[in-house]
């Protein structure tokens, strides 16, 4: 079984930046892609980044584009979203999740592509 922890999530002013972490266990980490999502009040979960097994690879929603960067440590099993210049709109919980395949070439951008999920954390930003 796989477990996914986010933290890092908070209250910050629009402009500000905040980093989540998703630390993970139970599985050979670094054999998967991993993902973030995040679902605003009232909206359906959305795609927000991506980063392939060996970091090689990274995808991002045109709305986080040049604001939000995903990394990922695999020696310590955790996948980071650094995120700047954060918008009102930016206001969700966020997810992290771990692809259903290892090795995919392809980091998924639909929740189909991922089996193992978070509990999620909330970030909200104020204006």
């Known amino acids: 079984q796989v477990q996914l922890v986010e933290s890092g999530g908070g209250l910050v002013q629009a402009g500000g930046s905040l980093r989540l972490s998703c630390a993970a266990s139970?599985?050979?980490?670094?054999?998967?892609?991993m993902g973030w999502f995040r679902q605003a009040p009232g909206k359906e979960r959305e795609f927000v980044a991506a980063?392939?097994?060996?970091?090689?690879?990274?995808n991002y929603a045109d709305s986080v584009k040049g604001r939000f960067t995903i990394s990922r440590d695999n020696a310590k099993m955790t996948v980071y979203l650094q995120m700047n210049s954060l918008k009102p709109e930016d206001t969700a919980v966020y997810y992290c999740?771990?692809?259903?395949?290892?090795?995919?070439?392809?980091?998924?951008?639909?929740?189909?592509?991922?089996?193992?999920w978070g509990q999620g954390t909330q970030v909200t930003v104020s204006s």
């Open positions: 139970g599985r050979t980490f670094s054999n998967y892609n």
């Open positions: 999740a771990a692809d259903r395949r290892a090795f995919r070439p392809v980091t998924g951008i639909v929740e189909y592509d991922y089996y193992y």
């Open positions: 980063i392939r097994w060996n970091g090689g690879s990274r």
